[in-house]
């Protein structure tokens, strides 16, 4: 196999949608967007962007002070996460990583994650745990939604099958030990935090595996089907090549601080508040 790939949440979430966008942007990389953002989109995508880098130099132990921060909105959202600190409450001893990749294997492909903060120490017990922390500024999600997003399957199946890397004598987190916590600006009192267990991540990593059997047989085939699900289309840059202009238009989500395969893919998938 000679196609190997590195998976990322929003790859693996365009071939689920559509092989053909998956196709048209992941590996014949046609340009997306074909026009510019609106000015407020680029604005919003911008200060989220700042914000994160704001607290990976605040977890990297950087003193920040609120007169250095500009832009009035991120001050507003620095003044909520210094009020409403979800990660307060872990021990003194664990271990700050912000701004953290993984790169796991999945059979012929790999899976990649970055995470804005992985935190990982010994709980009462002395048991490893590992504890991903998401910021978001744009709108709030709940929880059951949240469940279901890939983001949130791939952050945890990522460090079940390699959070071992993050840990002395590479000894491995148990499913049970794996938490992802997403806090929202818009809602800071409220942080969600979903648990993992080992049942869910045999389910979860059994179907991450048939989508890269899927993927190989699309490879072998070279067959990269339109989705038969037209809403698809209203999001996708590409309605041109596939003679569905006429779907209509709709505001992709936007990600702030997603990880991109290219210097510009992190514009490509807007999430606004
Ligand atoms: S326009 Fe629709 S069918 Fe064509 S690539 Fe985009 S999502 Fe797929």
């Given at each position: 196999m000679d196609h190997r790939l590195t998976l990322s949440?929003?790859?693996?979430?365009?071939f689920l949608a559509c092989q053909r966008r998956f196709q048209l942007r992941?590996?014949?990389?046609?340009?997306?967007?074909?026009?510019p953002l609106p000015e407020r989109t680029e604005q919003v995508l911008q200060q989220g962007q700042d914000f994160h880098q704001l607290l990976e130099r605040h977890f990297l132990g950087l003193h920040i002070s609120l007169a250095s921060i500009e832009d009035g909105r991120i001050q507003q959202w620095w003044r909520a996460f210094q009020a409403h600190n979800p990660v307060q409450h872990l021990l003194p001893s664990a271990r700050f990583l912000p701004e953290t990749?993984?790169?796991?294997?999945?059979?012929?492909?790999?899976?990649?994650?970055?995470?804005?903060?992985?935190?990982?120490?010994?709980?009462?017990?002395g048991r490893p745990f590992a504890h991903v922390f998401d910021w978001k500024t744009g709108?709030?999600?709940?929880?059951?939604?949240?469940?279901?997003r890939w983001q949130t399957r791939l952050y945890l199946a990522l460090l079940a099958e390699g959070g071992s890397a993050f840990w002395p004598q590479a000894v491995p987190f148990a499913p049970e030990q794996i938490r992802l916590?997403?806090?929202?600006?818009?809602?800071?009192?409220?942080?969600?935090?979903?648990?993992?267990?080992?049942?869910?991540?045999a389910t979860n990593w059994n179907e991450l595996q048939q989508i890269a059997a899927q993927l190989d047989e699309a490879f072998t085939a070279n067959i990269w089907p339109l989705t038969e699900d037209w809403n698809h289309c209203r999001?996708?840059?590409?309605?041109?090549?596939?003679?569905?202009?006429?779907?209509?238009?709709?505001?992709?989500?936007?990600?702030?601080?997603?990880?991109?395969?290219?210097?510009?893919?992190?514009?490509?998938?807007?999430?606004?508040?």
């Open positions: 949440q929003y790859k693996l979430t365009n992941s590996l014949r990389r046609l340009p997306w967007p074909a026009s990749g993984l790169t796991v294997p999945l059979g012929n492909h790999l899976l990649y994650g970055r995470f804005d903060l992985l935190v990982t120490g010994e709980d009462d017990e709108k709030p999600i709940i929880a059951a939604d949240l469940q279901l916590t997403y806090w929202f600006v818009q809602e800071p009192e409220a942080p969600i935090t979903i648990g993992y267990s080992t049942t869910e991540h999001e996708c840059a590409y309605q041109i090549y596939c003679g569905r202009q006429g779907v209509g238009t709709a505001v992709p989500e936007l990600d702030e601080a997603e990880e991109p395969d290219t210097p510009n893919e992190q514009l490509l998938t807007p999430e606004l508040p």
